[in-house]
C-alpha cells in the first residue's frame, strides 16, 4: 500500500521539506518526483514530491494535498538524488533547488476571488427592502447586490469594473460581508490545428473533383458561411468551377503534406502554400484534408530554414580528440575530459560527433553553453544533424516562455528529444540514460547562479555525469585555472587542438594605449582613431566588424560637479545607470527606476553630468561617425526574448549589417566568417576591480573576443583599448598565449592561497535592519571564532563590498580552506547554530565555490 503521507519540497527559502497527508483518491498518482498543489500557509503552492513517508512529525497539524499535476513524475530518481546533493553541498534550501529544477507550471492559473459571506447575503437580503443598513455606501449595496446576483462570487480582477475600488473592498471585508480568495484552477493546454493530407488522388486529377466534392457537401447539408466564400472567390478567381490556378494550389498543398513536409500546423502550412484560411476550410470540408488539435510545436528558428550543416572531415588534431572520446566511451564509466582548443580549432565539430556517438549507443546527450544566443547556433547545428523533423533536439534557456519551455522540458522528460542543448539550468533537464554531457566555454561565469540555489552548471554537470557513469565534456580555448589545474594533475583528461582549422592563423592582436590616443587627439572618444581608421577600412572592403564594450546603458554614472556625490540606488549602493532611449535612471542590480535629476539630489546645484560610455551611447556614437554603416546593438537590453537574439544574429551572419555593437554576449562562441575587425572598447574596468579573478577574467574575455575575428577565409585583425597595457593580463591575451598566463596565475594564486589550491565559501549576513545585520553578524562571529585556523581560516565580518542591495544591509565572511569538506562541515554548523539561535534562514547566505566576492 502507498504510504499516507509524503515529504513535499516547497519553493521557500526553508532548509526543510514539509509533510502532506495524501488523500484516498490520489493515493494511486502521487510519487517522488510529482508536482503536487498543496496549502502552504494562507496559500496554495506547487511543491514536488520528495520521498513518501510512513508517518507524520507527531504534533502538527497535517494538511492534505489539493491537487497532483504530473501522471508521470516530473523528476527522475537520478534528479531527485542530484537535488538533495547540490542543497547538501551548496547547504542550499532544498525546495529552492527543487524550484530551478522543474518546469514553470503553466497547467494552473490561479485567481483570487470575491465571495459573498453569510453576512453578506444578509446584508443584500435586507437591503432589498430599499433602505441602506449596515452603514454601506450605495456603490458597495450595489456591489454586493451584483456579487450576489453572480451566484456569489466573482473574480477579483473584473471586480474593479462593478463600481467599487480596493479600499471599499477591504472595508466589506473588515466588516465579513465578503471574502477574498485565492483560488486555483487547471488550465487548458495550449494546442493548435495540425493538417494532414488525406483525400482521394482523383479529386485533383479528375476535372469533376470538384463538383463531386460539392455535391457532397450539399449531401452533408454543409453550409458555407459568407465570409468564407468570399475569401476564396477571391483567392480562387471569380469561377467557383474548377481552374487551373486552384488545382495548382491543391497540389502544392498536397506536395507540402504529403512529400515535403508531413502534418503542418494551420499557421505554418497557411505561409508554406500559399492560401487563406478558406481553401483550407474548403479542401477539409471537401474531404481532402483532416486536422485535430495538438500541443504547440517548437517555434520554427526561421534561421533553421534550408541550413545545411558544413560536413568536414576531421583534421587530425580532430580525429585525435574523437578517439580518445570514443575511448573513453568503450569503457562505460565515469570521466573526465577537457578538450582544450584554441578559438576556431573546430571544437563544435568535436561536440557534434561526440553527441552522435552517443546517441548510436543508445544514450542521451546534454550540451550546455553559457550564452542564449549560443543555444540557438548550437542548437541549429544539432537539428540539422540529429532531429530528423526537429523532434530529437530540445532547446532550454530562459527567454523562452514558460509556455514554450514546458513544452521543450516535457518533449525531454517524455523521451522524445534526446539531445538537449541549453543555459545553466538545462543541467537539470530530464534526460534519461545520460551518455554525455557537454560544457561548452566551460570557464563562463553565466554558469555560476548568483542566486539561491547558487550552484554551479559545470560543477553540477560533472557531478551528474558522475551519478550517470557518463562522460562530462567540458571544452574551452582559454579554461578556468581550477579546470586546467585538474587536467594537468590528471584529474581530468586532457585533448588539445593546438591550431585552427584549414590552417588558418589566429587573428592579429594589437594594443591601442589610450593615454598616448588622448595625447595625440585630445579627444576622450572611447572610438580611439586606430580603431576608427579599423572600421573604416571594414567598411571599405565590405567585411564585418565586432564592437565590445562591457557596460550596457547610455552611461554608467550620474555625478554632480558641484558636490562629487553620484546618484545611487535607493535600495543598493550602487550608481543608477542612465538609459537614454527609455529615459530614466535604471540600477542594475535591483531594477529599480528614477527619473534622470536635472538638479543634484543632494547638494540641489544644477551641475549634473553623465559619466562612463556604455553600450547605448557606442552605438549612438558609430552611428554619427560612420553614417552610412548598417549597424546593431546587441545586449541584454535588446535582445529580451528569443526572437530578438535570432534577428539581430541572423542579420548579422546573414551580411544584413556591418557593425554589430555589444557586450559580453558577442564574445562567445560565434562563428561569423566575414568578420575581420574585433574592437574591444575598454578592457581595463574589470582589472581594477577588488576581485582575485580579475586578471584570469580579463584574459578570458580577451582572448574569446580575439577568436571571433579571421575565422573564414579572410584574415583578422584585433584591437584592444586600454590604460594598462603593461598588464600581464592583457599582455598574454595580445600573444595568445594561455600557458604562459596559466603560469603566472597559477603563481600568483598558490602565494595568496587562493583557489585551485584553497576552497572559499563566501557568507553574507543580510537583513533590512541595520541593527539586525550586526547583531546576527556578531552572533555569527561568536560561532566562527574559536573554529579560526583550525583547518579553516575566517575572515570577517566585514562590510560586505555591496554593503547594500536590494534595501538590505550586508556583512561578510569569508571562509578559506585546504580541505572543502572541512568547510562544509563548520557551514554546517554554522546554519544549525543560526537556527538555535533564531536567525532567520533568508538572513545568512552561503556562497559555496563564490565566482564573485561581490
Ligand atoms: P571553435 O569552437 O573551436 O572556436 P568552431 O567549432 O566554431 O571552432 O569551428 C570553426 C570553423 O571551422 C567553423 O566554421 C567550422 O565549420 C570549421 N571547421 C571545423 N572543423 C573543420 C575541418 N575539419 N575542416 C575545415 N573546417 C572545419
Ligand atoms: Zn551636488
Ligand atoms: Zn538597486
Redesign the pocket.
Not at 517555434?299 to 575511448?327: K, V
Not at 535591483?590 to 540641489?604: L, V
Not at 553600450?615 to 552611428?623: D, G, V
Not at 534577428?647 to 551572419?653: M, S
Given at each position: 500500500m502507498t504510504p499516507p503521507f509524503c515529504n513535499v519540497a516547497l519553493p521557500v527559502p526553508l532548509r526543510t521539506a514539509f509533510t502532506y497527508a495524501i488523500p484516498e483518491a490520489l493515493q494511486e498518482t502521487v510519487q517522488a518526483g510529482s508536482r503536487v498543489l498543496v496549502p502552504f500557509r494562507k496559500k496554495s503552492m506547487v511543491g514536488v514530491v520528495v520521498e513518501m513517508a510512513e508517518s507524520a512529525p507527531p504534533g502538527t497539524k497535517i494538511r492534505e494535498i489539493s491537487r497532483v499535476l504530473d501522471f508521470v513524475p516530473s523528476l527522475t530518481p537520478k534528479l531527485i538524488e542530484l537535488a538533495h546533493w547540490i542543497a547538501g553541498y551548496y547547504l542550499a534550501p532544498v525546495g529552492e533547488v527543487f524550484r530551478a529544477m522543474l518546469p514553470p507550471v503553466t497547467e494552473l492559473k490561479s485567481q483570487r476571488q470575491i465571495i459573498l459571506t453569510d453576512a453578506g447575503r444578509e446584508a443584500v437580503a435586507s437591503l432589498s427592502g430599499g433602505q441602506l443598513s449596515h452603514g454601506l455606501s450605495s456603490a458597495e449595496a450595489a456591489f454586493l447586490a451584483k456579487v450576489k446576483e453572480k451566484k456569489g462570487a466573482v473574480l477579483l480582477g473584473p471586480a474593479a469594473k462593478l463600481g467599487v475600488d480596493a479600499a471599499a473592498l477591504q472595508r466589506l471585508q473588515r466588516r465579513g460581508l465578503i471574502e477574498i480568495r485565492e483560488s486555483v484552477e487547471g488550465r487548458k493546454r495550449r494546442t493548435q490545428r495540425v493538417i494532414a493530407w488525406k483525400g482521394a488522388a482523383e479529386s485533383i486529377e479528375k476535372d469533376e473533383g470538384k463538383d463531386n466534392a460539392e455535391t457532397l457537401r450539399q449531401a452533408r447539408g454543409e453550409r458555407r458561411t459568407q465570409r468564407n466564400r468570399r475569401e476564396e472567390i477571391e483567392e480562387e478567381g471569380i469561377a467557383e468551377t474548377p481552374t487551373a490556378q486552384r488545382k495548382s494550389r491543391e497540389k502544392r498543398i498536397r506536395e507540402l503534406l504529403e512529400t515535403e513536409r508531413g502534418p503542418l500546423p494551420l499557421p505554418q502550412l497557411l505561409k508554406l502554400a500559399p492560401v487563406t484560411r478558406a481553401t483550407i476550410e474548403r479542401m477539409s470540408r471537401d474531404g481532402l484534408l483532416e486536422s485535430w488539435e495538438e500541443a504547440i510545436d517548437p517555434a520554427e528558428d526561421p534561421f533553421d530554414a534550408g541550413y545545411a550543416p558544413?560536413a568536414?572531415?576531421?583534421?587530425a588534431e580532430?580525429e585525435n580528440a574523437m578517439q580518445r572520446i570514443r575511448a573513453r566511451f568503450a569503457l562505460g564509466e565515469f570521466g573526465v575530459q577537457l578538450l582544450h582548443?584554441?578559438?576556431?580549432?573546430?571544437?563544435?565539430?568535436?561536440?557534434l560527433r561526440a553527441v552522435q556517438e552517443t546517441l548510436a549507443r543508445g544514450k542521451t546527450a546534454l550540451v550546455l553553453v553559457p550564452e542564449i544566443a549560443l543555444t540557438l547556433w548550437i542548437g541549429r547545428q544539432c537539428r540539422s544533424w540529429f532531429g530528423a523533423k526537429f523532434e530529437g533536439v530540445a532547446v532550454l534557456h530562459s527567454a523562452l516562455s514558460d509556455v514554450e519551455r514546458a513544452r521543450e522540458w516535457w518533449r525531454v522528460r517524455s523521451g522524445e528529444a534526446r539531445v538537449v542543448v541549453g543555459t545553466r539550468s538545462a543541467v537539470f533537464a530530464p534526460l534519461e540514460n545520460v551518455g554525455l554531457i557537454i560544457v561548452?566555454e566551460e570557464q563562463e561565469s553565466s554558469f555560476k547562479q548568483e542566486e539561491t540555489p547558487r550552484y554551479h552548471g559545470r560543477d553540477v554537470a560533472i557531478v551528474r555525469a558522475k551519478m550517470e557513469s557518463a562522460l562530462a565534456l567540458l571544452?574551452s580555448?582559454t579554461p578556468s585555472m581550477e579546470t586546467y589545474h585538474h587536467a594537468r594533475e590528471g584529474k581530468y583528461e586532457l585533448l588539445t587542438?593546438g591550431s585552427?582549422?584549414?590552417e588558418r592563423s589566429l587573428a592579429s592582436v594589437e594594443i591601442v594605449d589610450l593615454r598616448e590616443d588622448f595625447q595625440q587627439t585630445h579627444q576622450t572618444s572611447p572610438i580611439s582613431a586606430a580603431l576608427h581608421a579599423g572600421l573604416q577600412e571594414c567598411l571599405a572592403n565590405g567585411t564585418q566588424a565586432l564592437v565590445l564594450i562591457n557596460r550596457r546603458g547610455y552611461s554608467w554614472s550620474v555625478l554632480c560637479r558641484s558636490c562629487g556625490a553620484s546618484v545611487q540606488c535607493v535600495n543598493c549602493s550602487i550608481s543608477m545607470t542612465h538609459h537614454k532611449q527609455r529615459n530614466r535612471l535604471e540600477c542594475h542590480y535591483c531594477g529599480s527606476i528614477q527619473q534622470i535629476p536635472t538638479i543634484c539630489p543632494k547638494c540641489q546645484s544644477k551641475y549634473v553630468y553623465f559619466f562612463g560610455e556604455g553600450s547605448e551611447h557606442l552605438e549612438e556614437r558609430l552611428r554619427k561617425e560612420f553614417p552610412g554603416a548598417r549597424i546593431a546593438r546587441l545586449d541584454r537590453d535588446t535582445a529580451r526574448t528569443k526572437r530578438q537574439y535570432q534577428e539581430t544574429l541572423g542579420a548579422f551572419a546573414g551580411g544584413a549589417l556591418d557593425i554589430l555593437v555589444g557586450t559580453q554576449m558577442l564574445a562567445k562562441?560565434h562563428?561569423f566568417?566575414r568578420v575581420t575587425l574585433v574592437g574591444v572598447v575598454s578592457a581595463d574596468s574589470s582589472l581594477s576591480l577588488p576581485d582575485f579573478r580579475a586578471a584570469e577574467r580579463a584574459f578570458q574575455l580577451l582572448t574569446q573576443v580575439a577568436?571571433r575575428a579571421g575565422?573564414?577565409e579572410l584574415s583578422g585583425r584585433v584591437l584592444i583599448q586600454t590604460f594598462y597595457p603593461e598588464h600581464y593580463a592583457i599582455q598574454d591575451a595580445v600573444k595568445q598565449d594561455y600557458g604562459a598566463f596559466f603560469e603566472r596565475e597559477l603563481h600568483f594564486r598558490r602565494m595568496m592561497a587562493y583557489p585551485p589550491f584553497t576552497s572559499l565559501a563566501n557568507v553574507i549576513v543580510r537583513d533590512v535592519s541595520l541593527e539586525k545585520a550586526i547583531r546576527w553578524s556578531r552572533q555569527l562571529s561568536e560561532y566562527f571564532s574559536p573554529h579560526d585556523d583550525k583547518g579553516v581560516r575566517i575572515l570577517g565580518p566585514a562590510t560586505a563590498p555591496l554593503a547594500r542591495l536590494k534595501k538590505e544591509h550586508r556583512f561578510q565572511f569569508l571562509l578559506k580552506s585546504q580541505k572543502r569538506s572541512a568547510l562544509t562541515k563548520l557551514l554546517g554548523g554554522a546554519l544549525a547554530y543560526c537556527d538555535a539561535k533564531e536567525i532567520p534562514d533568508t538572513a545568512v547566505l552561503v556562497d559555496m565555490d563564490p565566482l564573485s566576492l561581490l
Amino acid at each position: 500500500m502507498t504510504p499516507p503521507f509524503c515529504n513535499v519540497a516547497l519553493p521557500v527559502p526553508l532548509r526543510t521539506a514539509f509533510t502532506y497527508a495524501i488523500p484516498e483518491a490520489l493515493q494511486e498518482t502521487v510519487q517522488a518526483g510529482s508536482r503536487v498543489l498543496v496549502p502552504f500557509r494562507k496559500k496554495s503552492m506547487v511543491g514536488v514530491v520528495v520521498e513518501m513517508a510512513e508517518s507524520a512529525p507527531p504534533g502538527t497539524k497535517i494538511r492534505e494535498i489539493s491537487r497532483v499535476l504530473d501522471f508521470v513524475p516530473s523528476l527522475t530518481p537520478k534528479l531527485i538524488e542530484l537535488a538533495h546533493w547540490i542543497a547538501g553541498y551548496y547547504l542550499a534550501p532544498v525546495g529552492e533547488v527543487f524550484r530551478a529544477m522543474l518546469p514553470p507550471v503553466t497547467e494552473l492559473k490561479s485567481q483570487r476571488q470575491i465571495i459573498l459571506t453569510d453576512a453578506g447575503r444578509e446584508a443584500v437580503a435586507s437591503l432589498s427592502g430599499g433602505q441602506l443598513s449596515h452603514g454601506l455606501s450605495s456603490a458597495e449595496a450595489a456591489f454586493l447586490a451584483k456579487v450576489k446576483e453572480k451566484k456569489g462570487a466573482v473574480l477579483l480582477g473584473p471586480a474593479a469594473k462593478l463600481g467599487v475600488d480596493a479600499a471599499a473592498l477591504q472595508r466589506l471585508q473588515r466588516r465579513g460581508l465578503i471574502e477574498i480568495r485565492e483560488s486555483v484552477e487547471g488550465r487548458k493546454r495550449r494546442t493548435q490545428r495540425v493538417i494532414a493530407w488525406k483525400g482521394a488522388a482523383e479529386s485533383i486529377e479528375k476535372d469533376e473533383g470538384k463538383d463531386n466534392a460539392e455535391t457532397l457537401r450539399q449531401a452533408r447539408g454543409e453550409r458555407r458561411t459568407q465570409r468564407n466564400r468570399r475569401e476564396e472567390i477571391e483567392e480562387e478567381g471569380i469561377a467557383e468551377t474548377p481552374t487551373a490556378q486552384r488545382k495548382s494550389r491543391e497540389k502544392r498543398i498536397r506536395e507540402l503534406l504529403e512529400t515535403e513536409r508531413g502534418p503542418l500546423p494551420l499557421p505554418q502550412l497557411l505561409k508554406l502554400a500559399p492560401v487563406t484560411r478558406a481553401t483550407i476550410e474548403r479542401m477539409s470540408r471537401d474531404g481532402l484534408l483532416e486536422s485535430w488539435e495538438e500541443a504547440i510545436d517548437p517555434a520554427e528558428d526561421p534561421f533553421d530554414a534550408g541550413y545545411a550543416p558544413p560536413a568536414h572531415e576531421l583534421n587530425a588534431e580532430q580525429e585525435n580528440a574523437m578517439q580518445r572520446i570514443r575511448a573513453r566511451f568503450a569503457l562505460g564509466e565515469f570521466g573526465v575530459q577537457l578538450l582544450h582548443g584554441v578559438t576556431g580549432s573546430g571544437k563544435t565539430e568535436v561536440y557534434l560527433r561526440a553527441v552522435q556517438e552517443t546517441l548510436a549507443r543508445g544514450k542521451t546527450a546534454l550540451v550546455l553553453v553559457p550564452e542564449i544566443a549560443l543555444t540557438l547556433w548550437i542548437g541549429r547545428q544539432c537539428r540539422s544533424w540529429f532531429g530528423a523533423k526537429f523532434e530529437g533536439v530540445a532547446v532550454l534557456h530562459s527567454a523562452l516562455s514558460d509556455v514554450e519551455r514546458a513544452r521543450e522540458w516535457w518533449r525531454v522528460r517524455s523521451g522524445e528529444a534526446r539531445v538537449v542543448v541549453g543555459t545553466r539550468s538545462a543541467v537539470f533537464a530530464p534526460l534519461e540514460n545520460v551518455g554525455l554531457i557537454i560544457v561548452d566555454e566551460e570557464q563562463e561565469s553565466s554558469f555560476k547562479q548568483e542566486e539561491t540555489p547558487r550552484y554551479h552548471g559545470r560543477d553540477v554537470a560533472i557531478v551528474r555525469a558522475k551519478m550517470e557513469s557518463a562522460l562530462a565534456l567540458l571544452g574551452s580555448a582559454t579554461p578556468s585555472m581550477e579546470t586546467y589545474h585538474h587536467a594537468r594533475e590528471g584529474k581530468y583528461e586532457l585533448l588539445t587542438l593546438g591550431s585552427r582549422v584549414a590552417e588558418r592563423s589566429l587573428a592579429s592582436v594589437e594594443i591601442v594605449d589610450l593615454r598616448e590616443d588622448f595625447q595625440q587627439t585630445h579627444q576622450t572618444s572611447p572610438i580611439s582613431a586606430a580603431l576608427h581608421a579599423g572600421l573604416q577600412e571594414c567598411l571599405a572592403n565590405g567585411t564585418q566588424a565586432l564592437v565590445l564594450i562591457n557596460r550596457r546603458g547610455y552611461s554608467w554614472s550620474v555625478l554632480c560637479r558641484s558636490c562629487g556625490a553620484s546618484v545611487q540606488c535607493v535600495n543598493c549602493s550602487i550608481s543608477m545607470t542612465h538609459h537614454k532611449q527609455r529615459n530614466r535612471l535604471e540600477c542594475h542590480y535591483c531594477g529599480s527606476i528614477q527619473q534622470i535629476p536635472t538638479i543634484c539630489p543632494k547638494c540641489q546645484s544644477k551641475y549634473v553630468y553623465f559619466f562612463g560610455e556604455g553600450s547605448e551611447h557606442l552605438e549612438e556614437r558609430l552611428r554619427k561617425e560612420f553614417p552610412g554603416a548598417r549597424i546593431a546593438r546587441l545586449d541584454r537590453d535588446t535582445a529580451r526574448t528569443k526572437r530578438q537574439y535570432q534577428e539581430t544574429l541572423g542579420a548579422f551572419a546573414g551580411g544584413a549589417l556591418d557593425i554589430l555593437v555589444g557586450t559580453q554576449m558577442l564574445a562567445k562562441g560565434h562563428d561569423f566568417q566575414r568578420v575581420t575587425l574585433v574592437g574591444v572598447v575598454s578592457a581595463d574596468s574589470s582589472l581594477s576591480l577588488p576581485d582575485f579573478r580579475a586578471a584570469e577574467r580579463a584574459f578570458q574575455l580577451l582572448t574569446q573576443v580575439a577568436g571571433r575575428a579571421g575565422r573564414g577565409e579572410l584574415s583578422g585583425r584585433v584591437l584592444i583599448q586600454t590604460f594598462y597595457p603593461e598588464h600581464y593580463a592583457i599582455q598574454d591575451a595580445v600573444k595568445q598565449d594561455y600557458g604562459a598566463f596559466f603560469e603566472r596565475e597559477l603563481h600568483f594564486r598558490r602565494m595568496m592561497a587562493y583557489p585551485p589550491f584553497t576552497s572559499l565559501a563566501n557568507v553574507i549576513v543580510r537583513d533590512v535592519s541595520l541593527e539586525k545585520a550586526i547583531r546576527w553578524s556578531r552572533q555569527l562571529s561568536e560561532y566562527f571564532s574559536p573554529h579560526d585556523d583550525k583547518g579553516v581560516r575566517i575572515l570577517g565580518p566585514a562590510t560586505a563590498p555591496l554593503a547594500r542591495l536590494k534595501k538590505e544591509h550586508r556583512f561578510q565572511f569569508l571562509l578559506k580552506s585546504q580541505k572543502r569538506s572541512a568547510l562544509t562541515k563548520l557551514l554546517g554548523g554554522a546554519l544549525a547554530y543560526c537556527d538555535a539561535k533564531e536567525i532567520p534562514d533568508t538572513a545568512v547566505l552561503v556562497d559555496m565555490d563564490p565566482l564573485s566576492l561581490l
